[in-house]
């Protein structure tokens, strides 16, 4: 069987560095840092109390959501909706230039409607004991609810469901509505994740794990990927979304293509519940599996946007894993973690990046990985981790990874076309 091609002709994104595309790649080149204070919630007692949130949030909350509308929708559904519009809108399509029945909707989060869990609880406990929940509880919680709510706004009524693998939920679902397309088996799936995990249960429990950092008092510089001084990551929300689209399909409409995705790999560490391999064995694995189903060599890939969450196993691990996967050339390629600006989007994260990629490749400019001051004797200094500023350089092919707690891993290629 013939696979098909398929190609990026749309992209959205709101997140704590801007309400759309081009002011997150605004931020991006430039370096800028989304921390600051949390405002969700009061985090006077607790160990962290600083996070990457989507800034001015009420200003788009109320262009796009009525009141009716809000009380019915997560915050992460939210983003959910609002990347998808700026991605619709981007990529053309409309009700009449494409079948309606062959598109749909595959989206990824973490840990979906913690928050509105969380508040309904609260509620409850602080009662009578009388089971008064809203009837809006469940349908407001669930992870699944996201990509029901884009196919009801475009009714797109092919496939529809969401991954959920942790910190690797979106790129899971890209990779889903990858092979739906090249299989033939849709025209269009509209693709992403999102999560707002910026709530007491979600922080909470992160500090519990000691995997976030506590540098209240530096919390512009605190997420700081490869950095001999990293102490955990910086939380993150926000959601992004891609169009993808079968190549002649998109031809035929006369759709401005962004770019091809190539190829996609997925594997697992089989190691622990938590912490990567320690020699980097499934990240290796997952990166040779996308470069050789884009039909590439690693020599053919000039920029890696890294899982790099700052955390000290974790970049420790990825950047041995590039060093086997790709050889001498390592020194060669272009990597960096866009979460030392945006924080780590959990389920979010890796549409995240992978638009940054495409940003990335379509710009020729190698988004920076900021707050390096300090090398990590662990991490080959010869590594180029594209330390504080970006730097321009022709991208003819980019590869994102997304690793999650289980031991999951995701990596995608986009290439030019």
């Not at 992870?143 to 690797?168: E, Q």
């Not at 010869?382 to 031991?407: E, M, Q, S, Y």
Request: proline share 5%; glycine share 10%; net charge negative.
């Amino acid at each position: 069987m013939e696979l098909k091609r398929v190609v990026v002709t749309g992209m959205g994104t709101i997140n704590p560095l801007g309400h759309n595309i081009t002011e997150f790649w605004e931020s991006l080149k430039s370096g800028v840092s989304g921390a600051g204070p949390i405002t969700r919630f009061n985090p006077e007692k607790f160990k962290t109390r600083f996070a990457c949130e989507v800034k001015n949030f009420d200003e788009v909350d109320e262009q796009f959501f009525n009141k009716k509308e809000t009380g019915r929708l997560d915050l992460f559904a939210k983003f959910a909706l609002i990347s998808a519009e700026e991605a619709w809108k981007n990529s053309g399509l409309t009700p009449e230039n494409f079948n309606h029945d062959r598109a749909g909707v595959i989206w990824g989060s973490g840990i979906g409607g913690i928050n509105t869990l969380t508040e309904e609880v609260e509620q409850f406990c602080q009662g009578d004991g009388s089971p008064r929940f809203s009837p809006f509880f469940i349908p407001k919680m669930i992870s699944d609810i996201a990509p029901g709510h884009i196919s009801m706004k475009y009714d797109l009524r092919g496939p529809n469901f969401t991954t959920v693998s942790a910190c690797a939920s979106s790129t899971n679902a890209i990779i889903d509505a990858f092979n739906y397309v090249r299989l033939g088996k849709a025209d269009i799936i509209v693709t992403g994740g999102s999560e707002s995990p910026v709530g007491i249960a979600a922080v909470a429990g992160f500090n519990s794990m000691k995997a976030l950092s506590t540098n209240n008092d530096n919390y512009k510089t605190a997420s700081r990927p490869f950095d001999a001084t990293r102490d955990g990551f910086v939380i993150g929300e926000g959601g992004g979304c891609l169009i993808l689209e079968e190549y002649e399909h998109a031809k035929a409409r006369g759709a401005k293509i962004l770019c091809e995705l190539a190829g996609s790999g997925l594997t697992a560490d089989a190691h622990h519940i938590t912490a990567p391999h320690p020699e980097g064995r499934g990240a290796a694995a997952v990166m040779k599996l996308a470069i050789e189903d884009a039909g590439l060599k690693p020599e053919d890939i000039d920029y890696v946007n890294v899982h790099g969450t700052s955390t000290g196993l974790g970049d420790i691990a990825e950047s041995k894993a590039i060093q086997q996967v790709f050889g001498d050339y390592a020194y060669k390629v272009s990597i960096s973690s866009t979460k030392s600006m945006t924080g780590h989007l959990l389920g979010g994260a890796g549409v995240v990046e992978s638009i940054a990629c495409v940003l990335a490749m379509l710009n020729e400019t190698v988004p920076p990985t900021i707050n390096f001051q300090n090398p990590d004797p662990h991490i080959d200094p010869k590594l180029d981790i594209t330390p504080n500023v970006a730097k321009k350089r022709v991208i003819r092919a980019a590869l994102n990874n997304t690793f999650g707690f289980g031991g999951h891993n995701a990596s995608v290629v986009f290439k030019k076309i």
